[in-house]
Structures are given as structure tokens and as C-alpha cells.
């Protein structure tokens, strides 16, 4: 099932998502609709949230379908190191059409558990770290857009309530 992916102004996007608890069949087909619902937007990313679900669980797939076996479930996700410096274009499903240059880490890595319950740790570099860091935000209610300036942001914000005042957000 394909869900519709929630914008920015919604407050499931600002909410500190809940752990997962249960490793039930109930979680893994909400996983493999994330999974679907990622790729019907075209997103390398997503995270329950942005489903409008507030749990702790993201999946990435940075080859976009490319290969099956770089395919990423986070549950219940902590980023326990991050090292050295990248900046890059950086977006996000809930906030289409912007883009902006978002300083990161450039080597992080993160402890999670997998579908079935099970501790694993692993570290990501460039897209992959910038990935880890940025769906783990959504878990704790935070946007790319609270990395740049506010500068930035407030520009950010003003075209958005502008759409919204046009019914296009
Ligand atoms: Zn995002």
C-alpha cells in the first residue's frame, strides 16, 4: 500500500516519534509499505513519520533499486559516532521542490534494530551518512531545514505559507 507522504506543517513531522516495541507481522508489512511509498516519491529516504505514523522507524535504499542488498530498515535508530565534515544539496520528501546545502558528517555510524529485533551497527559514509542523520532527525521531530540558516529557513517558510495560501502546498 502506498501511503501519501505528509508535508512540512504537519505535526507529525515535529513530534518525537515512539519506539517500536513489537517485531510483529503488523511491523514488517508497515515496513514494506514505507519501502513503496519511498520509491513511488522517488525517495531515497523515508521515515514513519512522513507517513503521518509516529514510530521510530526509517528505510533507506541509497542505489534507488539498483541493489536490492544496500536496502536499510532503522528501528528504533541512535547515530553513536559521527566524524569528518561533507556539505551538500540535501532535500527531503516532506518539503518537495526545496533543496539546500546542508553541512554533515561525513562518516556516521548508527545503532539500530533490524525487523526482527536484532541489534546491528552500521557505518555510512557521504549520501549513506547524510541519510542516517537525516531520517534519524525525523524520529526526533527535526527537518534539514534546522541545519541552515535561519536566514534561509524563514525564506524557506515564507514560500511555503505563500503555496499554502494558494492551496498548492
Ligand atoms: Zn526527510
Known amino acids: 500500500m502506498i501511503y501519501p507522504i505528509v508535508k512540512y506543517g504537519d505535526p507529525a513531522l515535529e513530534r518525537t516519534a515512539a519506539p517500536v516495541t513489537a517485531f510483529d507481522a503488523e511491523l514488517r508489512k508497515l515496513i514494506e509499505d514505507m519501502f513503496e511509498s519511498m ?3 522517488h ?4 521515515a514513519a513519520p512522513q ?3 509516529s514510530k521510530r522507524i526509517a528505510v533507506i535504499d541509497v542505489t534507488f533499486k539498483e541493489d536490492p542488498a544496500q536496502k536499510l ?3 528504533n535508530p541512535e547515530i553513536i559516532h559521527k566524524e569528518g565534515h561533507q556539505r551538500s544539496n ?4 516532506s518539503l518537495p521542490e ?3 546545502k546542508v553541512a554533515r558528517p561525513n562518516r556516521v ?3 539500530a534494530q533490524d525487523v526482527h529485533g536484532k541489534t546491528f551497527e552500521r557505518t555510512g559514509e557521504e549520501l549513506l551518512a547524510r541519510a542516517f542523520l537525516h531520517e534519524t532527525d525525523h524520529l526526533n521531530g527535526k527537518l534539514f531545514i534546522h541545519h541552515i540558516s535561519a536566514l534561509k529557513r524563514d525564506l524557506i517558510k515564507r514560500k ?8 498548492e502546498w
Open 39 to 41: 520509491y513511488a516519491a
Open 109 to 111: 555510524t548508527v545503532r
Open 43 to 46: 525517495g531515497v529516504g523515508l
Open 160 to 167: 511555503i505559507r505563500k503555496l499554502a495560501k494558494a492551496g
Open 98 to 100: 526545496f533543496r539546500e
Open 51 to 53: 507517513i503521518g505514523i
Open 90 to 93: 540535501e532535500g527531503c520528501l
Open 73 to 75: 530498515v532503522l528501528i
